[in-house]
C-alpha cells in the first residue's frame, strides 16, 4: 500500500449525544498511517469531565452539538511499522498545534488551537479515547515496556495532572505541604509530594473514605475541613509552604490563605464555577503567590515513567472495571461518589 494512502477503518465506539445519552455505535475512521498512528485501545478511565458530559449534555459553556466520542484517559497497544512488533502505548489526549506563541514558548497545555480528546470546546468536537481504536500523531503516544498492569498505566492521564500541579509549586523536597480535596487528582498530588520529597503532607476532605485515601497515598494526617485542629496552621503567619487547592471548593480557597505560610504558593487545580472573595489585603500582605494548574505538558512522560518504574502505584484509586459495552452502567456507577474514586472501561475481548 501506498504509505500517504488514507486507510479507514470502523469499529464501536462509545458516544455521548446529550445528557443522560450515552451508547455504543459504530464510528468510522478515516486516518492518513503516514501522518497518524492507529492505536488499539485496551483500557480507559472515567474522569469528572467525562461525567459531567453524561449527567448535564456539557461541562461549562461547551454544550454538545452533536455525538462526540467520550473519554481521555486511554492506553492501549499499536504496531511497530519496522519490526510489526505490539508497542504497549500511553495515549496523550492532548494534541498541541506546536506552532502558536504558547507552543513555541514550551506552554503547550495553554495552546491557542488545542485539540484535546472527548471536548465539545470546537466544533465539530474532538473524539475521545472511549473506542476500540484512536488514530493520533505520533508524538501522542508514549511508549511502555508493558510490565504492569494496564489498570496501572491508565492513571498516567490524572497522574500527569497531578505532575504539573507539582510543577507548578515548584520544589517540594522538604516541605510541608497542605492537599485540600481528596478525590483522584487530590490524592495523586498527595502520591506525586510524596515521590518528590516533601517533608510532610496534609490533607483534608469532608469525606471519611477520601481522607482514608489520602492516607493510603501518603498523607501523614487528613482532616476534615471543619476540624478545630487547623486553626493551628494559621499561627504565626501560616504553615505551608505550598497548598494544593484540589476540591474546587471556595471556602478552602479562603481558609488556604490563612494555611499557606507567608511568601508561600497556592497552586489552584480544582475546578469550580463559582466566585471566590478574597482577602485582598491579608493575601498581598503574605506575599502569597497564587498560580493555576491546568491539564499538563510533557508531565505525561513523567508520569507515564514514574507509573511504570512503580514510583507511584495508583491501585489503591481503582473502585471497578466494567466491560466497555457497559457504559452506561460504568459512568453512572462512577457518579456515585459515595462508592467510587476511579472506574474504568476495559476493551479486552
Ligand atoms: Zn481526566
Ligand atoms: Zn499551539
Known sequence: MHPTESREITF???????????????????????????????????CGSDIHYFQHGGVGDFLLKHPMVLGHEVIGTTEDPDTGQQVHVAVNPSRPCNACAFCLSGNSNLCLHMRFFGSAMLTPHVDGGFAEYVAVRPDQCVPYDGQKDDSIMAFCEPLAVAIHALNQAGNVLGKKILVTGSGPIGALII??????????????????????????????????????????????????????????????????????????????????????????????????????????KDEFITAVQWLEKGLIDPGPLLTRVFDYRDIVEAITYAADKTQAFKVQISFDE
Open 191 to 296: 502520591a506525586a509530594c510524596r515521590t518528590a520529597g516533601a517533608a510532610e503532607i496534609i490533607a483534608t476532605d469532608p469525606v471519611g473514605k477520601n481522607r482514608d485515601l489520602a492516607l493510603t497515598m501518603g498523607a501523614d494526617r487528613a482532616y476534615a475541613p471543619d476540624d478545630s485542629v487547623l486553626a493551628g496552621f494559621t499561627d504565626k503567619k501560616g504553615y505551608f509552604d505550598a497548598s494544593f487547592e484540589a476540591s474546587g471548593a471556595i471556602p478552602a480557597i479562603q481558609a488556604n490563605i490563612d494555611y499557606t505560610k507567608a511568601g508561600g504558593t497556592m497552586i489552584q487545580v480544582g475546578m469550580s464555577p463559582g466566585m471566590a472573595d478574597i482577602p485582598v489585603t491579608r493575601f498581598l500582605a503574605k506575599e502569597i503567590r497564587y498560580a493555576g494548574a491546568f491539564r499538563f
Open 12 to 46: 464501536n465506539a462509545c458516544y455521548i449525544k446529550g445528557k443522560h445519552d450515552l451508547s455504543i455505535s459504530p464510528k468510522k475512521l478515516e486516518y492518513n498511517p503516514a501522518e497518524e498512528v492507529l492505536v488499539k485501545i485496551s483500557r480507559g478511565g472515567i
